[in-house]
DNA sequence: CACTGATCGTCAGTAAGACTGATGATTAGG
DNA sequence: CCTAATCATCAGTCTTACTGACGATCAGTG
């Protein structure tokens, strides 16, 4: 077995995502949604309603890729485009009511398969991964 | 400021994740190998030779995107195939001495791209997190 | 007011990465 | 032998996310 210092992290961090995605992503099929547009609900329904721009660099993706979001979320009733009033270049994006349930169940959810994803961690080592992703990620 | 515990595990992944192929991607660019080749390169240097269905056993990727990976090495002069002594369905792939050079090389880039990498986290952080990743990774 | 530069959303095209399914060659077991 | 399994390969496909261009709109300047 190969001893676990030995193992760069970009393999670790490609498996362990994997794992997540692989309990993350049977957690919302249910739903009808994946895991990257549960999370423009969330940021939408942080701060509601959102210009696209504003939703895109929340989540660090690109504008373009936004517009596919946005496009499929409210193709699904989930989300509505309108034009904003104070700026009509922008949309104002904004949760529908069913948005909202399946922002609820979903983030429900994947509380609940990141639990089962972090089971092999105490609860100490818990909090201390996700404090130190969070330094990690941001740099 | 989001509070760390309302990120999603998902999300810290990702960013960490592109954080730290933002380090290593340049780090190796020099060498004219990616981070996978170079995973590559070092499955192969711990048991050599091997088939390309053990090398991407060992690695968790798919049989047919080996089989670019070596493609690609081979034509850079880092590895070479062969039919292998026993049996003649396999190939029997192995290092050359270009491939060392730039195994060793490459090895040394990554490790001091890790090191920035981690560099927000103490020591104790550090060893904790990679060990706690490999859990993670592994299920 | 007219003009310039920037911003927003959109779309077409593209590229990377990794998969499925089929195929030919080879091996192992009965 | 014959059948089933294994290995490498290839073509095709799918997902994800990007670049670059566009029209519409806004803000600031003179």
């Known amino acids: 077995m190969t001893p676990v210092s030995r193992r760069r992290l970009g393999y670790l961090f490609k498996h362990a995502q994997s794992r997540l995605a692989g309990l993350t992503g049977p957690a919302l099929e249910p739903l009808g949604v994946d895991t990257r547009e549960l999370a423009v609900l969330t940021v939408l329904d942080a701060r509601t309603p959102m ?3 504003q939703a895109a ?3 660090r993706i690109d504008r373009t890729t936004m517009v596919a979001m946005v496009d499929a979320l409210e193709g699904k009733g989930l ?3 309108r034009p904003h009033p104070d700026d009509r270049r922008k949309n104002a994006v904004e949760l529908t009511a069913h948005g909202r349930d399946v922002l609820r ?5 994947i509380d609940e398969a990141e639990r089962v994803f972090l089971a092999p961690l105490s609860e100490d080592e818990r909090r201390l ?7 990690l990620a941001s740099g």
Chains 1, 2 share one sequence.
């Open 105 to 109: 169940d979903g983030s429900a959810a």
């Open 129 to 135: 991964v996700r404090d130190a992703l969070d330094r």
């Open 79 to 81: 989300v509505s485009r």
């Open 51 to 53: 210009s696209q721009q």
């Open 57 to 59: 660099q929340a989540l």
